[in-house]
């Protein structure tokens, strides 16, 4: 009796840490893009900071439902508004999952957009729960180029919580995420040809990303911030064009 009473004893002391443990995760989905409200698409527009070479771009988020699932879309445009780029992500319980990478180029005959097969490795873009270590988010995605098809390039990213911080959009003050990140882009034909680099990533409460600061060599440093979020039709009229 006494050896039943102390197994249970030591197994609900083990169910009690365990509950414990599952309560101290602390939960960040509210940082990432924000998902629901994104069911209206809407555009963010990203601005350089301190280098007027670097030209301004857009993301056109859109957040659609299959069956019982439901994806966030991403569509990057140029400054010239060219689509270069188009993700979908599935949010599933634990964070947000690449499901589709979508690479153009520009057909130099026609002008047009061409889409390049892009194979995914590794989809996991952003967690929702923060251990204690925090874990690293790990996306990778490689394809082949058109106009030499013996070039395989990948693309690794790698994202880790670094801290909390503030960060100022429109004149509001928000809560923030420091995302610490790490990127790589190997050039696989003869041998690697490969550049490493550390970034930084800010996701405030509500907004998703609003900055990121990429140290891509000594004297090259990629900084952009959010400058504005616009609803389609207001995007459209006000740089008179359609997105597509």
């Not at 995760?25 to 990203?46: G, H, M, S, T, W």
Request: aromatic share 16%; charged share 30%; proline share 4%.
């Amino acid at each position: 009796m006494k050896l039943n009473r102390l197994f249970l004893g030591v197994v609900f002391a083990l169910l009690l840490l365990l509950t414990n443990c599952q309560d101290d995760r602390r939960i960040i989905k509210d940082y990432y893009f924000p998902v629901e409200d994104l069911k209206v698409p809407k555009v963010y527009e990203f601005e350089s900071i301190g280098n007027e070479h670097d030209p301004p771009f857009y993301w056109l988020f859109q957040t659609v439902e299959r069956g019982e699932s439901t994806f966030l879309t991403g569509t990057f445009y140029s400054y010239d508004f060219v689509k270069y780029q188009a993700v979908e992500e599935e949010v599933v319980k634990n964070g947000m999952l690449l499901n589709r990478f979508r690479w153009f180029e520009k057909d130099t005959a026609t002008q047009k957009p061409v889409e390049v097969p892009v194979q995914i490795e590794a989809g996991n873009v952003f967690g929702f729960e923060l251990s204690d270590p925090p874990a690293v988010w790990v996306s990778s995605v490689h394809w082949r180029l058109p106009q030499d098809t013996l070039t395989k390039m990948t693309f690794i990213r790698n994202r880790q919580y670094e801290k909390d911080t503030t960060y100022t959009f429109e004149g509001k003050t928000y809560d923030c995420l420091k995302i610490y990140v790490r990127e790589l882009i190997d050039n696989e034909r003869d041998g690697h040809l490969e550049q490493e680099y550390e970034a930084t990533e800010l996701y405030a409460k509500g907004l998703g990303l609003v900055y990121f600061r990429k140290n891509i060599a000594k004297e090259w440093q990629m900084i952009y911030r959010l400058k504005h979020i616009y609803a389609v039709p207001e995007f459209e009229q006000k740089f008179n064009v359609r997105l597509q």
